[in-house]
């Protein structure tokens, strides 16, 4: 079969084409998908070669035999997806600030340091952080403001006040866990 004969029996629904492409495909898509996402999981690299598939397979009439090869052109598919599924589990693996916050229970450490019995004590060792951190601490804390808010104010990048809020809040846990 002729890759332009592939794409009309898959075109028509042709399960036996798609399982011919898909013998004949599998390995290369594998290695493409591995080559970008070799640090996640077996199911992962598994379900973007899967979605390759189901791309072609939903619109085999996108590929056309004239300007690439079908080699070609599902390693692009592959790619692609691929990359796409890197940056989503990196972004799922990210947690930002706000997500730390909301997602710990009431019994959390900086829960317990922002409630009135220590709002004196936390007052005095947020006035002792350098700056900016002890700004971007008021900013956040006392003034509700987030964190791109408090970027566009104190003129830095958005991951810069991220860290500092990261630091200042282990150095508030190491405080809270020393006070007792």
């Not at 492409?21 to 070799?38: D, E, P």
């Not at 796409?84 to 947690?95: G, I, Q, T």
Request: charged share 30%; proline share 2%.
């Amino acid at each position: 079969m002729n890759e332009e004969q592939i794409r009309h029996a898959i075109a028509s629904g042709d399960a036996d084409a798609m399982e011919w492409v898909m013998n004949h495909y599998a390995g290369l898509l594998w290695k493409v998908a591995h080559s970008i996402l070799y640090q996640a999981s077996i199911q992962e690299i598994e379900e973007c070669v899967a979605d390759t598939f189901f791309t072609f397979w939903q619109n085999p009439n996108a590929f056309q035999s004239g300007r690439s090869s079908l080699k070609n052109y599902l390693a692009t598919i592959a790619k692609h997806k691929a990359i796409d599924r890197y940056r989503k589990l990196n972004r799922r693996s990210e947690l930002t600030y706000e997500d730390e916050i909301h997602a710990q229970h009431a019994e959390d450490l900086l829960v317990q340091l922002i409630s009135k019995e220590n709002d004196v004590e936390l007052k005095q060792l947020i006035e002792s952080f350098p700056e900016p951190e002890r700004e971007i601490m008021k900013r956040r804390f006392y003034d509700g403001q987030r964190p791109h808010e408090i970027s566009e104010a104190l003129s830095l990048h958005v991951r810069q006040i991220h860290n500092k809020l990261y630091r200042s809040r282990q150095r508030l846990k190491t405080w809270w866990i020393n006070r007792k």
